[in-house]
């Protein structure tokens, strides 16, 4: 078990690494000039369910300090618009403005070609077994952390 163990951390870390290096390159390539965080801010600004400094940081699992300082980045940069909610001034809603919209649809696009890519001769409908696995790791770092 533990050479089992010791295998599956080596393989999940090394596809991570791999992951974020070559989508990181690729966009590169296609002139993106962001970091790999600051494009999953801007992933995180389109997936909560309402944009607020908290809810984003929620989502990242980073204080709102710190999002503030990739906001203020992103901001200066012309991907990321933030304005303050009419009804409560307190609250902070962010959204993303053209050059952010773009760049998502890149990182949406790596997305889907490596997956293509990796699934073209696996039959995940068929491998039950892959797909609980992964959703019982999805789950135990939702649950974890």
Do not use: C, W
């Amino acid at each position: 078990m533990e050479v089992a163990k010791k295998m599956i951390n080596e393989l999940l870390v090394d596809v991570f690494n791999h992951i974020l290096s070559i989508e990181g390159a690729q966009l590169r390539r296609k002139g993106v000039k962001l970091s790999m965080n600051e494009v999953h801010v801007l992933e995180a600004i389109t997936k909560a369910e309402i944009p607020t400094m908290t809810n984003v940081a929620k989502r990242l699992r980073v204080t709102v300090g710190t999002l503030t300082t990739s906001i203020n980045r992103l901001v200066e940069k012309g991907y990321v618009k933030r304005h303050r909610e009419i009804d409560d001034k307190r609250k902070v809603i962010v959204s993303l403005a053209k050059p952010g919209i773009e760049v998502l649809k890149l990182h949406d696009e790596f997305h889907n070609d490596f997956l293509d890519a990796t699934f073209k001769d696996m039959r995940l409908d068929e491998d039950e077994v892959l797909l609980q696995s992964l959703e019982n790791l999805s789950e135990y770092f939702k649950k974890k952390y």
